[in-house]
Nanobody, 127 residues
Framework: VQLQASGGGLVQAGGSLRLSCAAS????????MGWFRQGPGKEREFVAA????????YYADSVKARFTISRDNAKNTVYLQMNSLKPEDTAVYYC?????????????????????WGQGTEVTVSS
């Protein structure tokens, strides 16, 4: 599976962006998917995850109620809608696929769970 993230950019605080992650391969719909981010001088952290069907989602506390993860299996794409952006959301955002499962679990919040990663798309939120 190859993942291509896009949609990043520069936005003012309070603004919105929608990130997309396009996947190659016919098995995309079998995988749980996640978004992670890495801010300047920080470690990569979990943002959100979604099950194969989209009926189960997890969010980091820092983005809950502001970000929404979704997927369109017909288009092999997962999205991250980001609203009410804050300067602390500035980071490179990565999408990732967990080929071992279609469902979410406690390990869905861990970097180590995912075996396919996109190249990242940069989001900068100005104050």
């Amino acid at each position: 599976v190859q993942l291509q993230a896009s949609g990043g950019g520069l936005v003012q605080a309070g603004g919105s962006l929608r990130l997309s992650c396009a996947a190659s391969g016919r098995t995309f719909s079998n995988y749980a998917m996640g978004w992670f981010r890495q801010g300047p001088g920080k470690e990569r952290e979990f943002v959100a995850a979604i099950s194969w069907s989209g009926d189960s989602t997890y969010y980091a506390d820092s983005v809950k109620a502001r970000f929404t993860i979704s997927r369109d299996n017909a288009k092999n794409t997962v999205y991250l809608q980001m609203n009410s952006l804050k300067p602390e959301d500035t980071a490179v955002y990565y999408c990732a696929a967990d080929s071992s499962t279609r469902r979410l679990s406690g390990s869905s919040r861990s970097n180590n769970t995912y075996d396919y990663w996109g190249q990242g798309t940069e989001v900068t939120v100005s104050s």
